[in-house]
């Protein structure tokens, strides 16, 4: 389940002054392995200053090639992103697991009407799964509003202007910076006007069948709240974090007591012993097991465990349904154990 890949780095290609394009050649031997839908993501793992760094990055390419391309943006510190535009060369091997996620579009055989919301690195999957919409079926339409503090940090502006002219009666984006004014351009931020008039003004004859929201946490909560009072539903909202608010100050007073935790992980059952306030993800890595993992964060899916005995409580969830934690599943980078037993199966999701 939790396995890691080598592959090749194919091409590296500059996209703005902080972010940069990485292209893995897949080997014949691993072409199904690495067949992925539009918005999945994968997860890299490299040892760096003698930590492993795991890091999840989006696929921008077209499930149509032979190849994944991923968007790596240089943040603070940001370890692996800091590797990748200093040191990372063509023909470097990484370590890298299957795509997975659940921010995806699925091709079908009835005409689509999409509209994205993207800001910064959160273009990465929202062009990935643009190119699908247009390509599976020749009536469909995208519209996207991608926003940014100018063209010079516009990730992946190439890609976007060559696919507004490929179809150029079906792929409509309005760029919008924070930062720079430009005649071609919408200065200011993704807001609550913007969601109006990219659905009400510009586009107001086109009904909408799905919304991808990819960004920050603020930007995805005002374009979600602004689509819930236009009377969209939110079955028809997807959105994917590309950051957010740190847990820590939204832990309950610690909860006193300890927990006898079984976790399962490929088939194999380990028994230790956690404080109930412990995040459960931590206290499993704490023991050296090989649980599948990556932001950390919450705002992935790799972390995904089932409760089958005892019952754990997630801080944040921006992930799972209603359903799925009925079910009994959780973010165990969320989680933290309220019952003094607790068993969690990360093969049974």
Request: aromatic share 10%; charged share 25%; hydrophobic share 35%.
């Amino acid at each position: 389940m939790n396995h890691f890949h080598p592959l090749t780095v194919q091409h590296i290609k500059a996209l703005t002054p902080s972010s940069v394009a990485i292209t893995f050649a897949i080997p014949k031997d691993l072409i199904q392995t690495f067949k992925f839908i539009s918005g999945q993501y994968i997860t890299i793992k490299k040892e760096i200053k003698g930590k492993e760094l795991r890091r999840a990055y989006s696929i921008s390419s077209s499930p149509k090639k032979d190849c994944i391309t991923i968007g790596v943006k240089k943040v603070d510190n940001g370890g692996f992103s800091d590797f990748a535009h200093s040191k990372l060369k063509e023909g470097d091997v990484l370590d890298v697991m299957a795509p997975e996620g659940r921010f995806v579009f699925k091709p079908t055989d009835a005409v689509k009407n999409v509209a994205a919301f993207a800001a910064g690195s959160g273009i990465t999957p929202i062009i990935s799964i643009a190119r699908s919409v247009l390509d599976s079926n020749p009536e469909n339409k995208f519209v996207l509003a991608y926003g940014n503090k100018s063209f010079e940090e516009t990730m992946f502006h190439t890609d976007l202007a060559k696919l507004q002219l490929e179809y150029n009666n079906r792929f409509f984006v309005y760029f919008i910076y924070s930062q720079e004014q430009d005649e071609n351009s919408i200065f200011g931020r993704i807001e609550r006007s913007t969601v109006n008039y990219i659905t009400k003004n510009k586009h107001k004859d086109i009904a909408f069948d799905d919304f991808y929201l990819c960004g920050p946490e603020a930007m995805i909560n005002t374009v979600s709240d602004t689509l819930k009072e236009n009377e969209v539903s939110e079955d028809k909202i997807h959105f994917e974090l590309f950051t957010t608010t740190e847990i820590k100050d939204e832990m309950p007073v610690k909860e006193g007591g300890k927990t006898a935790v079984t976790v399962t992980v490929d088939d194999e059952d380990f028994t230790f012993e956690m404080d109930k306030s412990t995040i459960v993800l931590d206290a499993v890595l704490k023991e050296n097991i090989d649980a599948p993992y990556s932001c950390q964060g919450g705002v992935c899916s790799s972390c995904i465990a089932r409760v089958t005995e005892g019952k754990a409580e997630m801080v944040k969830n921006q992930i799972l349904t209603d359903g799925e934690i009925e079910d009994g599943l959780i973010l165990t980078c969320q989680a933290h154990a309220t019952t003094p037993t607790l068993k969690v199966d990360f093969d049974d999701v």
